[in-house]
């Protein structure tokens, strides 16, 4: 079966700093890979995925992840934080079928300090 | 843009009440989802729908029933509210074949 694991319930970054998020999953196949932002009281918006091709991926709002199937991980990079990157972050796996069910991890919220 | 919508950002309901969210989505996407967020347990999928009156059951679908009549809605239903069942629910839509879930801001439902 399908799952995911974001092994950090919390995170705290100074403002400037660089981040990296974790992200393992489980999938039977190549997976499909997301990684979602959620601000407070929002609806979750995507910052980048991978389906295929080159294992570094760019996203939005300078982020980026990296697949690496060996470790089973997709772990979400960004070189400098701001503030207004707290926010909770969700990993999710799905496949190819036509149906497209993801399976999110339970997220990392980030805080950022000053 | 894609833009899915949800009826109410937030709702309060009694024990008992009969409860609709309503979700619609403007991209003509075939696929459409219900998740409940709860802290610590991330998304759980509770339905999801493939096609016009067409819905499957996901992890979590004790409590809850949908309907699908046009393409763009997709309802969830709950038939007798629960306080358990006090929750974020998100509703999402997308492509077939592997596609990205665009999401909406959510329902925030809190049952007495």
């Known amino acids: 079966a399908q799952s995911v694991t974001q092994p950090d319930i919390h995170i705290t970054v100074s403002e400037g700093a660089s981040l990296e998020l974790r992200c393992n999953y489980s999938?039977?196949?190549?997976?499909?890979l997301f990684w979602y932002v959620q601000s407070p009281g929002q609806g979750l918006q995507l910052l980048l995925k991978?389906?295929?091709?080159?294992?570094l991926v760019q996203g939005i709002k300078g982020f980026e992840a990296e697949f690496k199937r060996s470790q089973s991980s997709f772990n979400l990079r960004k070189p400098s934080v701001h503030w207004s990157d707290a926010a909770e972050y969700f990993c999710?796996?799905?496949?190819?079928?036509?149906?497209?069910?993801?399976?999110f991890g339970t997220g990392t919220r980030l805080l950022v300090s000053p | 843009d894609v833009k899915v919508t949800q009826s109410s950002r937030y709702l309060v309901k009694r024990t008992g009440e009969k409860v609709f969210l309503e979700c619609v989505q403007d991209?003509?996407?075939?696929?459409m989802f219900w998740y409940r967020q709860d802290p610590g347990l991330g998304l759980r999928l509770i339905y999801f729908?493939?096609?016009?009156?067409?819905?499957e059951k996901g992890d979590i679908p004790e409590g809850y029933s949908v309907s699908r009549e046009k393409k763009e809605r997709f309802s969830l239903i709950l038939e007798s509210a629960s306080t358990n069942q006090t929750s974020m629910y998100l509703c999402?839509?997308?492509?077939?074949?592997?596609?990205?879930?665009?999401f909406g801001p959510g329902t925030r439902l809190l049952v007495l």
């Open positions: 729908s493939y096609d016009v009156k067409m819905k």
């Open positions: 999710a796996v799905g496949g190819n079928t036509g149906f497209q069910k993801l399976v």
């Open positions: 991209m003509d996407h075939e696929n």
């Open positions: 999402a839509s997308s492509q077939p074949g592997g596609e990205t879930q665009y």
């Open positions: 999938y039977g196949a190549t997976p499909y």
């Open positions: 991978y389906f295929s091709g080159d294992t």
